[in-house]
């Protein structure tokens, strides 16, 4: 649980970015998959990233 909580942090404040585009809610998708990935599951910054990364691309279209 104590891992949990910088991440969901993490996102609660990235999430207020107001970004426009879809390069840019990828690259903050990253940003946090990485965050995440690494807070959550110890060095699995990369399998984060892309899931977030993912994520934030395809959050406008659904």
Do not use: Y
Not at 18 to 29: A, F, Q
Request: proline share 2%; net charge negative.
């Amino acid at each position: 649980m104590k891992k949990i909580v910088p991440a969901i942090l993490a996102t609660a404040f990235l999430a207020a970015c107001n970004t426009s585009g879809d390069l840019e809610r990828g690259i903050i998708g990253a940003g946090l998959g990485c965050a995440a990935g690494e807070i959550i599951r110890d060095g699995n910054c990369v399998a984060g990233a892309v899931v977030g990364g993912t994520a934030g691309v395809i959050s406008n279209d659904i």
